[in-house]
C-alpha cells in the first residue's frame, strides 16, 4: 500500500536524515519525492522539538535519568561546537552528523531563537536533502553491488 511506504519513509526521516533518503530509495520513489518527504520529515520533528522538545525533556528525560553529571566529557563537546559554530553550525551539521532530535534539542538548549532555529534547519534540510539525495541516486546503484 503506497501510503505505509510514504509513511514509513516520512518517520524514518523525522528519525535520522539519511534513513529517508535510504527508506525512499528502497520504496522506488523518484529522486524529488524522496528529497521532499525526507525534508518534510526532520522538519516536522525540528518543529515539535523547537517548541515541546524542553517540556519533552523535563517530562520524560529527566526522570529517567535522576542524576547526571554536568560536566561530562560528552557535554563539553556540545558545548564547544556551540560555542565555535553557533546554531547556524549546529542547523548545517544536523542532517549529517546528528539525528533532527538532537540537534534540535542542543540549539534550544543553548537558547536559540525559535524562529532561526526553524529557518536554519529547514535551509540547512534543503542543502543537504539536495546533496545526499543526489549523491546517493546517482551512485547508490554502483557502490550497491559491493555490498551484496
Known amino acids: 500500500m503506497e ?46 522539538f523547537t517548541y515541546f522538545g524542553q517540556w519533552l525533556k ?4 529527566d526522570r529517567l535519568f535522576r542524576k547526571r553529571q554536568t560536566f561530562t566529557p560528552q557535554n563539553r563537546k556540545k558545548v564547544r561546537i556551540w560555542k565555535k559554530y553557533g546554531l ?18 542542543l540549539a534550544t538548549s543553548f537558547g536559540g531563537e525559535k524562529k532561526k532555529i526553524i529557518l536554519y534547519m529547514l535551509i540547512s534540510a534543503i542543502f543537504w536533502g539536495f546533496i545526499q539525495t543526489y549523491a546517493f541516486y546517482e551512485f547508490g546503484d554502483r557502490v550497491r553491488v559491493y555490498f551484496e
Open 3 to 48: 501510503i505505509t511506504k510514504l509513511l514509513g519513509v516520512y518517520f524514518l526521516a523525522s528519525f535520522k536524515f539519511i534513513f529517508g533518503i535510504t527508506g525512499g530509495y528502497a520504496a522506488g520513489y523518484n529522486m524529488f519525492s524522496t528529497m521532499l518527504i525526507t525534508v518534510i520529515g526532520m522538519m516536522t520533528t525540528v518543529v515539535i
Open 58 to 61: 523535563r517530562r520524560f528525560l
Open 88 to 105: 547556524v553550525g549546529i542547523a548545517f551539521l544536523t542532517p549529517i552528523l546528528l539525528m533532527p532530535i538532537g540537534g534540535t534539542l
